[in-house]
């Protein structure tokens, strides 16, 4: 079973930048799609980011070119990158693995969530 933990979260000012990992467990690579996803207050779960089997990275279009996703594959740890953040940024972070693909609102395995806030 894939067990998942965030950690790194905190406060940050817009325009500034913060990391956030994720600790994998019971996970495979070569099985398991890995990602990030944000939820907002009074929002729905959302997509932000992640990478395939095949290394490929994908990235919604609010936090492209800011956000970056990485994974130590060594390591068994997922990074999010967070560059030039905005108030909008605030939410809890989810990291997820799916063996179906990039992760979605509906996927299978879940950390507990981490809060991310950007004040202006």
């Known amino acids: 079973q894939v067990q998942m933990e965030e950690c790194g979260g905190g406060s940050v000012r817009s325009g500034g930048s913060l990391r956030i990992s994720c600790s994998v467990s019971?996970?495979?690579?070569?099985?398991?799609?890995v990602g990030w996803l944000r939820q907002a207050p009074g929002k729905e779960r959302e997509g932000i980011g992640g990478?395939?089997?095949?290394?490929?990275?994908m990235y919604a279009d609010s936090v492209k070119g800011r956000f970056t996703v990485s994974l130590d594959k060594v390591k068994n740890i997922l990074y999010l990158q967070m560059n030039n953040v905005k108030p909008e940024d605030t939410a809890t972070y989810f990291c997820?693995?799916?063996?179906?693909?990039?992760?979605?609102?509906?996927?299978?395995?879940w950390g507990t969530g981490i809060q991310v806030n950007v004040s202006s």
């Open positions: 997820a693995a799916d063996p179906r693909g990039i992760p979605g609102p509906d996927a299978r395995n």
């Open positions: 019971g996970y495979d690579y070569t099985r398991d799609a």
């Open positions: 990478v395939d089997i095949d290394g490929r990275t």
